[in-house]
């Protein structure tokens, strides 16, 4: 807990909190999340996690950015359209907090690559746009035994779940047990969305990440958080595990279905 003059004022905010403290922050700073997706979500994200002071930050994606995400994806500018959004990402978290160490991967996540790139990570934050990559990542983390916050948005609505590992509370499987036939649900690029939507849900998926890595407070494992924009409200859901859940059930621990 050797901070530097500059350590000390640039959290000292953080470390005046009694649940954080000295001890809190030097935990942040050695803290390791891997955040999958640098789009709507991902870039509060980000941003509040080098804000924070978490020591190294993880970030996967493939995509360039355009012109067409401005509208919500915040940690993006207009003259970096047909940047490698990972730089990108990069370059916003560095302005705002050179402490940060930042591990940047411009691929999309698939099952030969992702047990190597959730290798060495504390927690991985799940801010990816569709089924395909929100499943792929439940499994892996389960599978890894990696705590997982996960958020969605579309529209005026955003939800938001914790998955921590030992089958305490449910994973996504629980829940949904396979993903929507491809094309059956709409994208944002379909259907839309506000675009603070995505920063309200973004920063609350920030704050539930930071409460992880502190172990303070409650937590939404075994809860989903449910926002709605239009009706200015917000609720929690109990969300119960599934004893006969094929990926994270007792009886599924021999279960390789759902390996990468």
């Given at each position: 807990?050797?901070?530097?003059e500059?350590?000390?004022?640039?959290?000292?905010r953080h470390?005046?909190?009694?649940q954080?403290g000295a001890?809190?922050?030097?935990?942040l700073l050695?803290?390791?999340?891997l955040?999958?997706g640098?789009?709507?979500?991902?870039?509060?994200?980000?941003m509040?996690?080098?804000?924070?002071g978490?020591?190294?930050?993880?970030?996967?994606?493939d995509?360039?950015?355009?012109?067409?995400?401005?509208?919500?994806q915040?940690?993006?500018?207009?003259?970096?359209?047909g940047?490698?959004?990972?730089?990108s990402a990069?370059?916003t978290?560095?302005?705002?907090?050179?402490?940060?160490?930042?591990?940047?991967?411009?691929?999309?996540l698939?099952p030969d690559?992702i047990?190597?790139l959730?290798s060495?990570y504390?927690l991985i934050?799940?801010?990816?746009d569709?089924f395909?990559t929100?499943?792929l990542?439940?499994?892996?983390a389960?599978r890894?035994g990696?705590?997982l916050?996960?958020?969605?948005?579309l529209q005026?609505q955003?939800q938001?779940?914790t998955v921590r590992?030992?089958?305490e509370?449910?994973c996504?499987?629980?829940l949904f047990r396979?993903?929507?036939?491809?094309?059956?649900?709409?994208?944002?690029a379909?259907a839309?969305?506000l675009g603070?939507?995505a920063g309200?849900?973004?920063?609350?998926?920030?704050?539930?990440?930071?409460k992880?890595?502190l172990g303070i407070?409650?937590g939404?494992c075994?809860r989903?958080?449910?926002?709605?924009?239009?009706?200015?409200?917000m609720r929690t859901?109990t969300?119960?595990?599934d004893?006969?859940c094929p990926?994270?059930?007792?009886?599924a621990?021999?279960?390789?279905?759902?390996?990468p």
């Open positions: 807990m050797d901070f530097t500059e350590q000390v004022r640039r959290y000292a470390i005046l909190l009694p954080v001890k809190g922050q030097d935990a050695s803290s390791r999340v955040v999958v640098a789009g709507g979500l991902g870039s509060p994200v980000l509040y996690l080098a804000a924070a978490v020591g190294t930050l993880g970030i996967v994606d995509d360039r950015v355009d012109l067409s995400n401005l509208q919500r915040i940690a993006h500018t207009t003259d970096r359209v940047e490698h959004k990972v730089d990069c370059r978290i560095l302005d705002l907090n050179p402490d940060v160490r930042i591990e940047a991967v411009a691929e999309r698939r690559n047990q190597d959730f060495g504390d934050a799940d801010c990816s569709n395909e929100r499943f990542v439940n499994d892996t389960v890894s990696k705590t916050v996960s958020a969605a948005v005026f955003g938001l779940w590992p030992g089958g509370g449910p996504c499987r629980c396979e993903p929507p036939p491809a094309g059956d649900g709409p994208s944002c379909e839309g969305i603070s939507v309200v849900l973004g920063t609350l998926q920030a704050t539930e990440i930071l992880e890595l407070g409650e939404l075994g989903v958080l449910v926002y709605d924009a239009l009706s200015a409200r859901i969300a119960h595990r004893p006969e990926l994270c059930s007792e009886p621990s021999a279960n390789s279905r759902f390996v």
